[in-house]
């Protein structure tokens, strides 16, 4: 949704990353909020993290070997996610078009996601050369036929420039993407009921795309969308070994460092009054039932169980009356 309404509307940068980030990713993060139990490894960064933190000292290496298998699994599942829900309701759905050169089985890019040809022929775009893709990229390409095109432009366009980044940059735009992300999970937490929780995802969400931080998911997204949909072609630094060590190594090592500058303030701020809970939850024995030498037992009183059954007796004798 982000693609195809934010990638057609707005004919400034401003406008087009600020409807970009209005429309689909806030939602996407308030389904997974909202369906209890799904998976999102930039929020895991905060919550397993919180785990270690919070086990007893006997308990943590266990923790921590949880986390580590926690993050492994769910960064390849939200990879795996991703890629799948590209190809199946964006690419071969048609939403997307792709760029095709003919004659052409030298380059890697949609011949070889497509290998039976299996696309119909009016969701591809055909070129005789690389250079003659590009040169009519340069031209009206993406405002064509009133934006049809610029869905693709948006995703290549992408896919290029984060394939192209500094490691160095990477890593500092995915540090303040997962901060502002795991504030969002932090607000909506605080919320009781699902439009304030929308609300409270939908400002940071909002904020960190619009100012051109990089999400890891996202990218899982949008980086293989821009390469299979021809990105490569505009530029052959757009492959996913790029992909995975300009973008996803250094933006995961910055959401984890991003998670971080919000757990271990509020983890230093409030492990007393933590320890403290723990240590008299750790020392409450509730009394057993019957048990009257119990010092948590109060007994009844004799004139009390009196009262109770003169009681019983005129409720008694008022029925048979």
């Given amino acids: 949704m982000s693609c195809q309404v934010g ?8 406008i087009n990353n600020f409807v970009f980030a209005g429309f689909g990713i806030p939602f996407g993060l308030t389904f997974i909020v909202l369906c209890q139990g799904s998976e999102l490894i930039t929020a895991n960064y905060m919550f397993c993290t919180f785990g270690v ?3 007893s000292p006997e308990e943590r290496p266990r923790q921590i070997k949880a986390l580590l298998l926690n993050w492994f699994i769910v960064w390849w599942g939200n990879l795996a996610g991703a890629f799948l829900h590209f190809t199946m309701f964006a690419w071969q759905t048609g939403l997307m078009k792709t760029v095709k050169i003919k004659g052409d089985a030298g380059l890697p890019a949609s011949g070889r996601w497509d290998p039976q040809d299996s696309l ?15 040169d009519d990229y340069a031209g009206d390409f993406c ?11 948006k995703v290549m366009n992408a896919a290029t420039a984060k394939c192209t980044a ?6 500092l735009r995915g540090w303040g993407c997962n901060w502002m992300v795991c504030l969002a999970i932090w607000l909506q937490m605080i919320a009781t009921e699902p439009i304030s929780k929308l609300f409270m995802i939908w400002l940071p969400i909002e904020l960190f795309i619009s100012s051109g931080f990089d999400h890891l998911v996202v990218n899982e997204f949008l980086i293989p969308a821009g390469i299979i949909t021809g990105g490569y072609y505009l530029d052959h630094r757009a492959n996913f070994g790029n992909a995975f060590w300009f973008n996803y190594v250094p933006v995961t090592i910055g959401s984890i460092f991003g998670a971080w500058c919000l757990v271990f303030p509020f983890w230093i701020n409030n492990k007393d009054a933590w320890y403290i809970a723990q240590k008299k939850r750790a020392a409450y024995k509730p009394a057993p039932i019957g048990v009257a030498e119990s010092a948590e037992y109060v007994p009844i009183s004799a004139k009390t169980v009196e009262y109770v059954e003169a009681e019983d007796a005129k409720n008694t004798d008022a029925d048979e009356a």
Wanted: a neutral charge; one cysteine or more; glycine letters at 6%.
């Fill in 7 to 14: 990638g057609r509307w707005g004919a400034t940068t401003g």
């Fill in 53 to 55: 933190l919070a086990a």
């Fill in 120 to 134: 119909e022929h009016i969701e591809t775009i055909y070129y005789s050369s690389q250079q003659e893709f590009r």
């Fill in 143 to 153: 405002s064509r036929s009133n934006y049809a095109l610029a869905n693709i432009c």
């Fill in 166 to 171: 500094n490691f160095w940059t990477s890593v």
